[in-house]
């Protein structure tokens, strides 16, 4: 096992990447501290997770909520003394808006969800993992549309560009001190996302060429989680700072 005695936050568990990815953490031993809004669903994630050898334990938050952000790093702390993995996979996507169609309340939301949130909980995190002899690792799930200009709306553009700066500069910074940060960014991936979305359709007009670049169909959470595993276990001990694409080849042509 790979992850056996760690203690995990997965955020946005609930659904898509983060079901996955704390399923297969748990499965790989973790104790995974599942975040969401949405608790009918953590329950159902920790009975799914019953027969493995490690365990999921439900938590109710919502992350553009700072003190719920606070919560969840001092759960860890206060129930297992600890925290080994902080991985940021929650995330809402825009309308597909231009710039000028992105209102001020569509920019708020995606930029607190997608990049404050983040923010928040690696600094509330670091010193909780400095002070681990093994220190620690962040995973913060990105997206192609933080490398290019044309999968997205801007706010979802800028959001996940600047997630990836902030990776960068995280996984730089404390690279002295045992503590680990990367992204993933993943291409389509057949998840919810984009339930909830009325897109904006001179935005999706706008962005139609770089979708049409697509090769090989959507993704799935699982290979998301896989790649997950690999940045958060001794696997990548050497890796930190990166940013590993993971679209089907989706941005190599
Ligand atoms: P999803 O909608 O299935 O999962 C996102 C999860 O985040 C959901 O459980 C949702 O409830 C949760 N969430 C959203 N806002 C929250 C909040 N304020 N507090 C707590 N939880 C919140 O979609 P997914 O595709 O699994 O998304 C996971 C991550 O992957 C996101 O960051 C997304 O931007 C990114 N991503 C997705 C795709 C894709 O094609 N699906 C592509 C690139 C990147």
Same mark, same amino acid.
């Given at each position: 096992?790979?992850? =056996?005695?760690? %203690? !995990?936050?997965?955020?946005?568990?609930?659904?898509?990447? +983060?079901?996955?990815?704390?399923?297969?953490?748990?499965? =790989?031993?973790?104790?995974?501290? !599942?975040? @969401?809004?949405?608790?009918?669903?953590?329950?159902?994630?920790?009975?799914?997770?019953?027969?493995?050898?490690?365990?999921?334990?439900? #938590?109710?938050?919502?992350?553009?909520?700072?003190?719920?952000?606070?919560?969840?790093?001092?759960?860890?702390?206060?129930?297992?003394?600890?925290?080994? %993995?902080?991985?940021?996979? @929650?995330?809402?996507?825009?309308?597909?808006?231009?710039?000028?169609?992105?209102?001020?309340?569509?920019?708020?939301?995606?930029?607190?969800?997608?990049?404050?949130?983040?923010?928040?909980?690696? &600094?509330?995190?670091?010193?909780?993992?400095?002070? $681990?002899?093994? +220190?620690?690792?962040?995973?913060? %799930? !990105?997206?192609? @549309?933080?490398?290019?200009?044309? &999968?997205?709306?801007?706010?979802?553009?800028?959001?996940?560009?600047?997630?990836? +700066?902030?990776?960068?500069?995280?996984?730089?910074?404390?690279?002295?001190?045992? %503590? &680990?940060?990367?992204?993933?960014?993943?291409? !389509?991936? $057949?998840? =919810?996302?984009?339930?909830?979305?009325?897109?904006?359709? &001179?935005?999706?007009?706008?962005?139609?060429?770089?979708?049409?670049?697509?090769?090989?169909?959507?993704?799935?959470?699982? =290979?998301?989680?896989?790649?997950? #595993?690999?940045?958060?276990?001794?696997?990548?001990?050497?890796?930190?700072?990166?940013?590993?694409?993971?679209? +089907?080849?989706?941005?190599?042509?």
């Amino acid at each position: 096992m790979k992850l =056996e005695g760690k %203690i !995990a936050i997965v955020t946005g568990a609930s659904s898509g990447m +983060g079901h996955a990815i704390s399923l297969l953490f748990a499965k =790989e031993g973790a104790t995974v501290i !599942a975040v @969401a809004r949405r608790l009918d669903r953590l329950e159902k994630l920790k009975t799914e997770s019953q027969n493995l050898p490690g365990k999921v334990i439900p #938590l109710k938050g919502d992350v553009s909520d700072k003190q719920d952000i606070e919560n969840m790093i001092d759960y860890a702390v206060l129930n297992h003394s600890k925290l080994d %993995i902080l991985v940021n996979n @929650a995330g809402i996507m825009d309308d597909l808006g231009l710039v000028e169609d992105t209102t001020d309340d569509m920019w708020d939301k995606v930029l607190t969800t997608n990049l404050t949130a983040p923010f928040l909980s690696i &600094r509330k995190a670091i010193p909780v993992m400095k002070k $681990n002899k093994n +220190g620690g690792v962040i995973l913060n %799930i !990105a997206s192609i @549309a933080g490398l290019f200009g044309g &999968r997205a709306g801007t706010a979802y553009t800028v959001s996940k560009h600047g997630l990836i +700066g902030l990776s960068k500069n995280v996984g730089y910074t404390y690279s002295d001190e045992k %503590i &680990r940060c990367n992204t993933i960014c993943p291409g !389509a991936i $057949n998840t =919810e996302i984009m339930n909830n979305i009325q897109v904006n359709a &001179r935005g999706q007009a706008k962005t139609a060429d770089g979708m049409k670049s697509m090769h090989g169909g959507a993704g799935t959470p699982e =290979e998301i989680a896989k790649a997950a #595993l690999f940045l958060v276990s001794d696997d990548s001990k050497f890796i930190t700072g990166i940013n590993l694409i993971v679209d +089907g080849g989706w941005t190599s042509c």
